[in-house]
Protein backbone atom coordinates (compact mmCIF):
# COMPACT_ATOMS: atom_id res chain seq x y z
CA UNK A 1 0.00 0.00 0.00
CA UNK A 2 1.15 3.61 -0.52
CA UNK A 3 2.14 5.67 2.20
CA UNK A 4 2.81 9.70 2.15
CA UNK A 5 5.24 11.10 5.25
CA UNK A 6 5.03 14.44 5.92
CA UNK A 7 8.28 14.47 8.63
CA UNK A 8 7.79 18.38 9.87
CA UNK A 9 4.69 18.75 12.03
CA UNK A 10 5.44 22.41 12.25
CA UNK A 11 6.98 25.10 10.04
CA UNK A 12 7.28 28.98 10.42
CA UNK A 13 8.33 31.60 8.20
CA UNK A 14 9.07 35.71 7.99
CA UNK A 15 6.23 37.13 5.29
CA UNK A 16 7.89 37.88 2.52
CA UNK A 17 10.63 34.85 2.96
CA UNK A 18 10.64 31.24 0.86
CA UNK A 19 9.76 28.18 3.07
CA UNK A 20 10.17 24.43 1.88
CA UNK A 21 7.72 21.72 3.00
CA UNK A 22 9.00 17.99 3.23
CA UNK A 23 6.74 15.23 1.64
CA UNK A 24 7.99 11.51 0.69
CA UNK A 25 5.69 9.00 -0.48
CA UNK A 26 5.98 5.05 -0.68
CA UNK A 27 5.17 3.43 -3.94
CA UNK A 28 5.54 0.29 -6.44
CA UNK A 29 4.13 2.10 -8.74
CA UNK A 30 5.61 3.72 -11.55
CA UNK A 31 2.58 6.12 -12.71
CA UNK A 32 0.84 8.36 -10.34
CA UNK A 33 -0.52 11.70 -9.36
CA UNK A 34 0.65 13.72 -6.16
CA UNK A 35 -0.86 16.75 -4.60
CA UNK A 36 -0.79 19.72 -2.25
CA UNK A 37 -3.59 21.01 -0.59
CA UNK A 38 -3.49 23.49 1.75
CA UNK A 39 -6.45 23.75 4.80
CA UNK A 40 -6.70 27.34 6.17
CA UNK A 41 -8.42 27.78 9.50
CA UNK A 42 -11.83 28.06 7.54
CA UNK A 43 -11.70 24.28 7.27
CA UNK A 44 -11.43 24.55 3.30
CA UNK A 45 -9.29 22.14 1.55
CA UNK A 46 -7.86 23.79 -1.07
CA UNK A 47 -6.22 22.14 -4.33
CA UNK A 48 -2.51 24.46 -4.38
CA UNK A 49 -0.64 22.58 -6.96
CA UNK A 50 -0.79 19.02 -8.59
CA UNK A 51 2.18 16.79 -10.22
CA UNK A 52 1.86 14.35 -12.87
CA UNK A 53 4.57 11.25 -11.98
CA UNK A 54 5.27 10.82 -16.06
CA UNK A 55 6.31 14.71 -16.46
CA UNK A 56 10.16 15.67 -15.51
CA UNK A 57 8.98 19.38 -14.98
CA UNK A 58 8.42 20.71 -12.05
CA UNK A 59 4.47 22.03 -11.67
CA UNK A 60 4.40 25.32 -10.44
CA UNK A 61 1.48 28.06 -9.94
CA UNK A 62 2.32 31.72 -8.60
CA UNK A 63 4.44 31.40 -5.88
CA UNK A 64 4.25 27.89 -5.42
CA UNK A 65 6.56 25.04 -6.84
CA UNK A 66 7.73 21.76 -6.06
CA UNK A 67 10.41 19.87 -6.57
CA UNK A 68 9.40 16.22 -7.87
CA UNK A 69 12.38 13.84 -7.06
CA UNK A 70 10.57 10.40 -8.53
CA UNK A 71 13.71 8.36 -8.44
CA UNK A 72 13.96 9.21 -4.45
CA UNK A 73 10.20 9.58 -3.95
CA UNK A 74 10.37 12.93 -2.78
CA UNK A 75 7.89 15.84 -3.49
CA UNK A 76 8.37 18.99 -1.81
CA UNK A 77 6.19 22.28 -1.91
CA UNK A 78 8.37 25.55 -2.34
CA UNK A 79 6.17 28.86 -1.34
CA UNK A 80 8.10 32.03 -2.53
CA UNK A 81 7.39 35.42 -1.27
CA UNK A 82 5.23 34.28 2.08
CA UNK A 83 2.11 35.64 2.68
CA UNK A 84 -0.03 36.13 5.99
CA UNK A 85 -2.83 34.20 4.21
CA UNK A 86 -0.71 31.03 3.47
CA UNK A 87 -0.60 30.13 7.12
CA UNK A 88 -2.36 26.62 7.02
CA UNK A 89 -1.96 23.11 7.45
CA UNK A 90 -0.91 21.62 4.24
CA UNK A 91 -1.58 18.03 3.19
CA UNK A 92 0.51 16.47 0.64
CA UNK A 93 -1.32 13.64 -1.38
CA UNK A 94 -1.00 10.50 -3.38
CA UNK A 95 -2.94 8.63 -6.16
CA UNK A 96 -2.40 5.88 -8.51
CA UNK A 97 -3.27 6.64 -12.06
CA UNK A 98 -5.72 4.01 -12.09
CA UNK A 99 -7.68 5.74 -9.67
CA UNK A 100 -8.89 2.23 -8.29
CA UNK A 101 -7.58 3.28 -4.70
CA UNK A 102 -8.52 6.60 -2.67
CA UNK A 103 -6.19 9.43 -2.58
CA UNK A 104 -4.06 8.87 0.38
CA UNK A 105 -2.63 11.96 2.53
CA UNK A 106 0.22 12.54 4.77
CA UNK A 107 -0.16 13.87 8.30
CA UNK A 108 -0.12 17.36 7.58
CA UNK A 109 2.12 20.51 8.02
CA UNK A 110 0.95 23.45 10.18
CA UNK A 111 2.62 26.55 8.68
CA UNK A 112 2.49 29.83 10.51
CA UNK A 113 3.43 33.05 8.50
CA UNK A 114 5.56 35.93 11.24
CA UNK A 115 4.47 39.27 10.11
CA UNK B 1 -17.53 27.96 -3.04
CA UNK B 2 -15.57 24.84 -4.88
CA UNK B 3 -18.93 23.25 -6.34
CA UNK B 4 -19.10 20.95 -3.31
CA UNK B 5 -21.22 22.36 -0.37
CA UNK B 6 -21.72 20.52 2.94
CA UNK B 7 -24.76 21.32 5.00
CA UNK B 8 -24.69 21.69 8.16
CA UNK B 9 -21.79 23.53 9.15
CA UNK B 10 -21.84 23.20 12.65
CA UNK B 11 -23.95 19.77 13.99
CA UNK B 12 -24.30 19.32 18.24
CA UNK B 13 -26.03 16.31 18.99
CA UNK B 14 -26.88 13.80 21.89
CA UNK B 15 -25.36 10.60 21.89
CA UNK B 16 -29.10 8.96 21.62
CA UNK B 17 -30.20 11.70 19.08
CA UNK B 18 -30.13 10.81 15.13
CA UNK B 19 -29.22 13.36 12.38
CA UNK B 20 -27.56 13.25 8.93
CA UNK B 21 -24.57 15.14 6.95
CA UNK B 22 -25.79 16.21 3.58
CA UNK B 23 -22.87 16.52 0.86
CA UNK B 24 -23.64 18.45 -2.81
CA UNK B 25 -21.71 18.47 -6.21
CA UNK B 26 -22.50 19.80 -9.26
CA UNK B 27 -19.14 19.18 -10.99
CA UNK B 28 -20.31 16.31 -12.90
CA UNK B 29 -18.16 13.91 -10.60
CA UNK B 30 -19.14 10.51 -9.95
CA UNK B 31 -17.34 9.83 -7.25
CA UNK B 32 -17.79 11.03 -3.61
CA UNK B 33 -16.30 10.33 -0.02
CA UNK B 34 -16.69 11.12 3.47
CA UNK B 35 -13.21 11.82 5.31
CA UNK B 36 -12.81 12.05 9.09
CA UNK B 37 -10.75 14.87 10.94
CA UNK B 38 -10.04 14.30 14.41
CA UNK B 39 -7.36 16.90 16.19
CA UNK B 40 -3.94 15.89 16.09
CA UNK B 41 -5.01 12.89 13.70
CA UNK B 42 -4.69 12.02 10.19
CA UNK B 43 -7.36 12.51 7.76
CA UNK B 44 -9.17 9.13 7.79
CA UNK B 45 -11.28 7.69 4.63
CA UNK B 46 -14.80 6.26 5.61
CA UNK B 47 -16.67 5.80 2.68
CA UNK B 48 -16.17 5.68 -1.12
CA UNK B 49 -18.36 6.06 -3.81
CA UNK B 50 -18.18 5.34 -7.33
CA UNK B 51 -21.30 5.65 -9.81
CA UNK B 52 -23.80 5.24 -6.63
CA UNK B 53 -22.04 2.63 -5.70
CA UNK B 54 -20.40 1.88 -2.18
CA UNK B 55 -16.78 0.47 -3.34
CA UNK B 56 -14.96 1.27 -0.13
CA UNK B 57 -15.78 0.70 3.81
CA UNK B 58 -12.87 1.35 6.21
CA UNK B 59 -14.01 -0.19 9.12
CA UNK B 60 -16.43 2.13 10.06
CA UNK B 61 -18.45 1.44 12.94
CA UNK B 62 -22.24 1.09 12.00
CA UNK B 63 -23.43 4.30 14.00
CA UNK B 64 -22.40 5.58 10.33
CA UNK B 65 -24.77 4.66 7.75
CA UNK B 66 -23.73 6.56 4.23
CA UNK B 67 -26.36 6.79 1.26
CA UNK B 68 -25.32 7.48 -2.03
CA UNK B 69 -29.19 8.00 -4.12
CA UNK B 70 -27.71 9.73 -7.04
CA UNK B 71 -24.01 10.85 -7.99
CA UNK B 72 -24.51 14.55 -6.94
CA UNK B 73 -25.10 13.81 -3.45
CA UNK B 74 -24.48 12.15 -0.76
CA UNK B 75 -25.78 11.54 2.96
CA UNK B 76 -24.30 10.20 6.14
CA UNK B 77 -26.47 8.93 8.96
CA UNK B 78 -25.54 9.12 12.10
CA UNK B 79 -27.40 7.27 15.08
CA UNK B 80 -26.29 6.72 18.68
CA UNK B 81 -23.35 8.41 18.30
CA UNK B 82 -19.95 8.54 20.68
CA UNK B 83 -18.16 11.99 22.52
CA UNK B 84 -15.45 10.46 20.34
CA UNK B 85 -17.18 10.73 17.43
CA UNK B 86 -17.14 14.57 17.38
CA UNK B 87 -15.38 15.69 14.48
CA UNK B 88 -14.71 17.43 11.35
CA UNK B 89 -16.46 15.49 8.71
CA UNK B 90 -15.32 16.35 5.31
CA UNK B 91 -16.98 15.51 1.97
CA UNK B 92 -14.98 15.42 -1.58
CA UNK B 93 -15.60 14.30 -4.83
CA UNK B 94 -13.23 13.44 -8.00
CA UNK B 95 -13.59 11.83 -11.50
CA UNK B 96 -14.30 8.21 -11.00
CA UNK B 97 -11.70 5.91 -11.94
CA UNK B 98 -9.91 5.51 -15.26
CA UNK B 99 -12.02 9.45 -16.01
CA UNK B 100 -9.18 11.02 -15.21
CA UNK B 101 -7.09 12.12 -11.64
CA UNK B 102 -7.21 15.40 -11.11
CA UNK B 103 -7.32 14.99 -7.38
CA UNK B 104 -10.75 15.32 -4.86
CA UNK B 105 -12.57 18.64 -4.52
CA UNK B 106 -13.66 19.12 -1.01
CA UNK B 107 -16.10 20.75 0.72
CA UNK B 108 -16.08 23.10 3.74
CA UNK B 109 -16.84 20.01 6.21
CA UNK B 110 -19.02 19.74 9.28
CA UNK B 111 -18.07 20.54 12.64
CA UNK B 112 -19.65 17.34 15.08
CA UNK B 113 -19.69 17.57 18.79
CA UNK B 114 -21.48 14.19 20.49
CA UNK B 115 -22.51 15.37 24.04
Known amino acids: AQTVTQSQPEMSVQEAETVTLSCTYD???????LFWYKQPPSRQMILVIRQEAYKQQNATENRFSVNFQKAAKSFSLKISDSQLGDAAMYFCAYRSHSGNTPLVFGKGTRLSVIA | ETGVTQTPRHLVMGMTNKKSLKCEQH?????MYWYKQSAKKPLELMFVYNFKEQTENNSVPSRFSPECPNSSHLFLHLHTLQPEDSALYLC??????????????FGSGTRLTVV
Open chain 2, 27 to 31: LGHNA
Open chain 2, 92 to 105: ASSQAPGQGNYGYT
Open chain 1, 27 to 33: TSESDYY
